[in-house]
């Protein structure tokens, strides 16, 4: 909102309007002071001052709509003229509801866990199993107040984001590590291990725009993992269709899934359609039965090599697909009648899947395994 240096209100946008639930006639004329609540208005008089002499102010507050109490996080900026004297100022605000109300959850249970301390302190002296009672009570407490942390999800949406921008720096990294590269063969090396991370880090990004930390809507992150790689490959007469419902998949199963995808294809890309040969890459998963998904990767090109045993292959790709088949608890089949068509079968009952493990790992100890 703008306001003139007496503090009336010349200009509001909108989407403020909207965020603060009030009216262009409510606010319209009126002293930006007298908008926010009686209480705050002495802070929001000093932060004028500040502005007023040409610094920037910032304070916390509240509006009531009905019964509702919303919290804002209001930075107010002077204007200047030619002159460099103050002749309005403009004021953004932001809504913080959410964060206050994970710090009081939270100073709720701090209290809560000094009250229940305190009170049992005096009671050190007791017999052995009064004490016993005692520590059994702390934990219950704790295990309360562990529940009742809702700020844990700004916190692991807050992780997510910064594993999603560490990942990035290293894909940037090797990018520009790649452009001073001219062997064709290591330049692709390069290329597939920032695809890698890529399918990782997409991954921690569609989970930190979600509401929901444990799942990922695996179409969306499929559209988006496939339309990178053909970015990356550059086949404008290979065209790519992610062909399934829309799905929500638990986390650590769809940071596997999504590598496997990556690998498969990204091999399409390199093998299935050789001297510019056109064709399409369709890929999805979706339910086999009551108690299995099927994820699928297929393609219309030249189709894999009869001579060639996808199980027991030197190729790194490869070795990551079957590795990750088997950390899902997944079967692996491989048809090339048409073309190639990989497809995956695994338990869609989360509680028989193993948590999720860095894929690199197991490949290095397959390959320390005595080969038969």
């Not at 809504?95 to 206050?100: F, M, N, V």
């Not at 269709?241 to 990204?266: A, F, K, Q, R, W």
């Not at 999720?356 to 038969?372: C, F, S, T, W």
């Amino acid at each position: 909102m703008l306001f003139d240096r007496q503090g009336r209100c010349l200009r509001a946008n909108k989407p403020g309007l909207d965020m603060l639930r009030v009216s262009s006639n409510e606010v319209m004329g009126k002293k930006f002071r007298d908008i926010w609540p009686e209480d705050v208005r002495p802070t929001v008089d000093k932060v004028i001052g500040k502005v007023l002499h040409g610094e920037q102010g910032t304070f916390d507050t509240y509006r009531m709509s009905g019964t509702e109490k919303s919290w804002w996080a209001v930075t107010v900026a002077p204007i200047f003229d030619d002159d460099g004297a103050v002749t309005r100022f403009i004021s953004i605000s932001a809504d913080i509801t959410h964060r206050k109300l994970a710090e009081e959850v939270l100073k709720n249970s701090h209290d809560e866990l000094e009250r229940k301390v305190a009170e049992r302190t005096s009671e050190l002296t007791v017999v052995n199993r009064q004490l016993k009672q005692e520590i059994a009570e702390r934990k219950n407490a704790e295990k309360k107040i562990e529940r009742s942390l809702r700020e844990k999800e700004v916190l692991l949406q807050e992780i997510h984001h910064r594993v999603k921008n560490n990942m990035n720096v290293i894909t940037s990294l090797l990018m520009l590590q790649t452009e001073g590269i001219s062997d064709p063969s290591v330049r692709d090396i390069f290329t597939d291990c920032q695809n890698r991370i890529k399918s990782m880090a997409l991954v921690h990004e569609k989970l930190y725009g979600s509401h929901d930390l444990a799942h990922i809507d695996f179409k969306e992150y499929l559209e988006n993992l496939v339309g990178g790689i053909a970015d990356a490959y550059n086949r404008r007469n290979v065209r790519l269709s992610v062909d399934m419902e829309p799905l929500h998949l638990d986390v650590n199963i769809g940071i596997p899934c999504g590598l496997m995808v990556n690998e498969l294809v990204t091999n399409s890309f390199k093998y299935a359609f050789p001297e510019e040969r056109s064709g399409t890459i369709r890929v999805g998963v979706n339910k086999n039965s009551e108690k299995d998904y099927l994820l699928f990767v297929e393609d219309d090109g030249t189709g894999f090599p009869s001579d060639i045993d996808f199980r027991n292959h030197s190729s790194l790709g490869l070795k990551l697909v079957n590795v990750l088949t088997k950390q899902v608890r997944g079967t692996i089949e491989l048809s090339s009648e048409r073309g190639t068509v990989f497809k995956i079968n695994f338990p869609n009952d989360l509680k028989q899947t193993t948590r999720y493990i860095n894929p690199a790992y197991a490949v290095q100890a397959q390959l320390k395994r005595p080969q038969v």
